[in-house]
């Protein structure tokens, strides 16, 4: 009998722990990613990672930070081949730059999303991420 009543609780807690976790709503997208390089149409990088840029998406929602600086948040849309951001901080146009955006709303080609790499394109404009 009391095997029995183990095996029940056991059992018991399983579901309870199972049932309780919750998948990424975007998959891999989710999380927080660094961005590594900006590289431009001529090839040249306008970004490196010791710039300690970051972008973070969860559920339907944008962070973009500087270390030591102010964060933007807004609302981006995930389809699985396209990004695309709205950010309803106001940035100014070079602050946009510096993140690798063209204006407050932008969007993007994914070229690579996987566990640890992120590759985004726009125009000819490559952003190169690695997962944080």
């Not at 309870?16 to 660094?34: H, R, S, T, Y």
């Amino acid at each position: 009998m009391r095997k029995i009543q183990i095996a029940g609780l056991l059992s018991f807690l399983l579901v309870i722990v199972f049932a309780c976790g919750k998948n990424p709503e975007n998959g891999k997208l989710d999380g927080m990613w660094q961005l590594t390089e900006i590289e431009s149409a001529q090839g040249v990088s306008v970004a490196k990672k010791s710039d300690r840029i970051y972008y973070s998406f969860q559920l339907h929602v944008v962070e973009l930070r500087r270390i030591g600086f102010r964060e933007y948040r807004g609302h981006f849309n995930y389809t699985g081949d396209s990004l695309s951001l709205q950010i309803s901080d106001y940035m100014t146009k070079d602050t946009c730059a510096f993140f690798g955006l063209k204006s407050m709303n932008d969007r993007f080609a994914i070229e690579l999303l996987t566990g640890s790499n992120m590759m985004l394109r726009r125009d000819s404009v490559r952003l190169k991420f690695r997962k944080f």
